[in-house]
């Protein structure tokens, strides 16, 4: 990722609620977060909200869920704000989110569709959407995004696959994955 990509995602961050949509043509959870903490200069605290990328039938449905309990569990803590009605709840869960920002939703290709772009804008309007749209860019007026801002210069697969080496690398040397081995 070059600098020149990293400039094009605080941006986004500054417009208005419902129109903060960047794209990345990656796959990997792992270079979207790398973009954003390189745009973010690795300032600790900003919340990248990730999911298993795993939906089944009912795409829109369980890609909100998804996020919703993953916000749940990250703004209002361990319980997830149950003590509170939904109503309360729902109003403290976008509170904290506005004072937390920018909050960053990294949404996996496969999800990656209007109808879900749509009410994850709508169910979440602070956040910024981060499409990770697979090997090539999704077409913004086919999803009916005309705020999609694409991150250029486009991701070449092995430019990726290089910095991917890189992050498993440095992980294996902080410890913050397990390695087994045979003995």
Do not use: W
């Amino acid at each position: 990722m070059t600098e020149e990509a990293a400039r094009h995602i605080l941006p986004v961050t500054r417009r208005a609620e419902m129109e903060r949509l960047l794209a990345i043509n990656s796959l990997s959870q792992d270079t979207g977060i790398s973009y954003i903490r390189r745009a973010t200069c690795s300032v600790q605290g900003i919340p990248i909200v990730t999911t298993s990328g795993v939906f089944g039938e009912d795409l829109r449905g369980e890609v909100l869920d998804a996020f919703e309990k993953a916000c749940c569990r990250r703004f209002l803590g361990p319980d997830n704000g149950k003590p509170y009605p939904e109503a309360r709840r729902e109003k403290l869960l976008q509170m904290t989110m506005r004072k937390q920002l920018p909050v960053f939703f990294l949404v996996p290709e496969q999800a990656v569709k209007q109808e879900v772009i749509a009410a994850l804008c709508q169910r979440f309007p602070a956040a910024t959407l981060v499409l990770l749209a697979g090997a090539s860019f999704p077409d913004g007026a086919v999803l009916d995004l005309s705020r999609l801002e694409l991150v250029y210069p486009e991701l070449q697969e092995d430019e990726e696959d290089q910095a991917l080496s890189t992050i498993f690398l440095l992980r294996g040397l902080a410890g913050l994955h397990e390695a087994t081995m045979e003995r």
